[in-house]
């Protein structure tokens, strides 16, 4: 890429950042806080044991661990090993198994697992030193000891308390503030856990910064229609256990936060569980919309049982056959057997798109309780070629014109220009459904194009209409079908039969072409797409899909 191209790349990247985000990374590249080996605070006596959301185990075997769908051995050198990859030794420091099912049968391992941890990692140097890794492991570590685990005998009960402690001291100088979002959400979430479970003056500043932060986080990252602000599905379902946890946090320790926060935690989880669910396919899993993946988060069934746990009932489920997120910018229509998930709306914060992807006006569709069209997932958050792809235009079900995507996603967490929505309406008319949208992320090639699509979903069959407004030279509308269901023809059938539908295309030309799914990190499973062609001519295209026949 030339100089030319780089540079308005670069600008329409770094023009929506706030200041913070640009002084504060130098600040946090030079600034290195003192490390405190100071003894730790004494504990603070909890009024109930640790109930925690259900979670699989990744802990195999004392030194071997599962983590992104891949299992490895881990040495006494390799918590910052260069062999493995960097977002796996990550989850290694976050401590997820001790909380996780059937943590009591491996308390022993536990047990030892952190007496290695502090061993093989002295402040401040190495993966397990940074502050995401700080946050998760200072809570999982809390939980598991307020889960009623000892840390061993005296002596390592003291060692491991003064590393807890020594943990969040070093936190508590390396906030977040130049990556905002759900990493600054964390820290405060851990300072707020150590403020409790530890007692005395410092752990009470620890308390009252955590709370003001995490004030200001909530007012900002929770949108008045219940979902997370970068809307992506997998980390809208990490907050919400986030809160929930709080929410238990104040049940564990009774009197250690004012009771607005407390109800407002719990308010916000039940806004939150009513998002998730709108958000959610039949099959309990969540849809693939920016960055999100099957079995990093809990699904919506375990945050709901989470919830009840801690007296919070979820919201019931909604029987609106149109349900719309105004602020998120999604839409759920139900007709029939039929389920179809759409995105009309931003592809999250201006100032933070990391998680966001090309994705404007795509969809996908679960017909009987299946999954038949999907957008591709991510498998990866590596800086390459496939990273790129999984954040594309091409990756996911809707309108790809010229080769471009609709918003410019670059390097692994980079938006430059980025797609708008407009024109969101939304119908009834007899027995259909109907969605309509535009948006404007095309508007920077030559042409000029505008993408218009509007979906008309009955109880027999779904009608994409898909409309350029504009000059281009080639637009290509995509439909990924799920790898359970094969592609032959006009027809899609599920692999046991059970499910089928035909589909025609009034459009320049079609075909079917083969691809990949990625239904979780480290996954990646052959699978097929309906390509339909719009001629530049006439830049319209219909796609029909029939289940009714």
């Not at 030193?129 to 390592?156: H, M, T």
């Not at 996911?396 to 692994?412: A, F, K, M, R």
């Not at 119908?427 to 699509?453: D, F, I, M, Q, V």
């Not at 459009?507 to 990949?516: E, K, Y």
Request: proline share 6%.
């Amino acid at each position: 890429m030339s100089l030319a191209t780089r540079l308005p790349r670069l600008w329409h990247t770094v023009r929506h950042l706030r200041p913070v985000q640009i002084y504060g990374r130098a600040w946090h590249r030079l600034h290195r806080p003192r490390v405190a080996h100071a003894p730790a605070p004494q504990m603070a006596a909890f009024e109930r044991g640790w109930i925690a959301c259900e979670r699989a185990a990744s802990m195999l075997g004392p030194t071997r661990f599962r983590f992104l769908n891949d299992e490895h051995e881990v040495g006494a050198n390799d918590w910052n090993s260069v062999r493995l990859p960097k977002l796996w030794l990550y989850n290694l420091h976050y401590f997820d198994d001790l909380n996780a099912q059937g943590a009591a049968s491996r308390e022993h391992w536990h047990r030892d697992l952190i007496a290695r941890w502090i061993a093989d990692n002295p402040p401040p140097a190495g993966n397990g030193w940074e502050p995401y890794c700080l946050s998760l492991r200072i809570v999982n570590w809390i939980k598991w000891r307020c889960g009623g685990q000892l840390f061993g005998d005296a002596a390592r009960a003291r060692t491991a308390l003064d590393s807890l402690a020594t943990q969040v001291r070093f936190l508590r100088g390396r906030l977040e503030r130049h990556l905002l979002g759900n990493h600054l959400w964390a820290n405060y979430k851990a300072l707020l856990f150590a403020g409790a479970f530890f007692e005395g003056s410092e752990a009470v500043r620890w308390r009252e910064l955590g709370l003001f932060g995490l004030r200001t986080e909530i007012d900002e990252q929770i949108l008045a229609d219940g979902g997370h602000f970068e809307r992506s599905p997998m980390y809208h379902a990490i907050l919400l256990e986030d809160l929930l946890d709080l929410a238990q946090l104040a049940l564990v320790y009774p009197g250690a936060f004012p009771e607005r926060d407390v109800q407002n935690w719990r308010d916000k989880a039940r806004s939150m569980l009513a998002w998730l669910a709108v958000m959610t396919h039949p099959d309990g899993e969540i849809a693939f919309f920016n960055d999100a993946a099957h079995g990093i988060a809990p699904t919506l069934a375990q945050l709901q049982d989470y919830a009840r746990a801690l007296g919070i009932e979820p919201p019931p489920a909604s029987r609106e056959p149109l349900q719309l997120l105004p602020q998120s910018g999604y839409a759920r229509l139900q007709n029939g057997d039929a389920v179809l998930i759409c995105d009309v709306g931003e592809i999250g914060p201006d100032y933070l798109p990391g998680h966001a992807h090309a994705d404007t006006l795509s969809f996908e569709l679960s017909l009987r309780g299946r999954r038949v069209l999907v957008n591709a997932g991510i498998s990866r958050y590596d800086i390459d070629p496939e990273r790129l792809w999984q954040r594309g235009t091409a990756a996911h079900n809707t309108v790809e014109i010229d080769g471009e995507d609709s918003s410019e996603v670059w390097s692994s967490f980079r938006v430059a220009r980025r797609a708008r929505p407009r024109a969101v309406a939304q119908g009834r008319e007899g027995e259909s459904l109907w969605l309509s949208a535009a948006h404007n992320g095309y508007r920077r090639l030559k042409g000029r194009p505008l993408h218009r699509r509007r979906w008309v979903l009955t109880p027999r069959g779904l009608r994409i209409e898909d409309r350029i407004e504009g000059r281009f030279g080639e637009a290509v509308a995509r439909l990924r079908v799920h790898p359970d269901f094969g592609a032959e023809g006009h027809e899609v059938r599920s692999d046991d039969g059970q499910v089928s539908l035909r589909w025609r295309s009034e459009a320049a030309g079609d075909a079917l072409v083969p691809s990949r799914f990625h239904p979780g990190f480290g996954l990646s499973r052959a699978c097929t797409v309906i390509e339909t062609a719009l001629d530049p001519r006439v830049g319209t295209a219909t796609l029909v899909l029939d289940w009714g026949h």
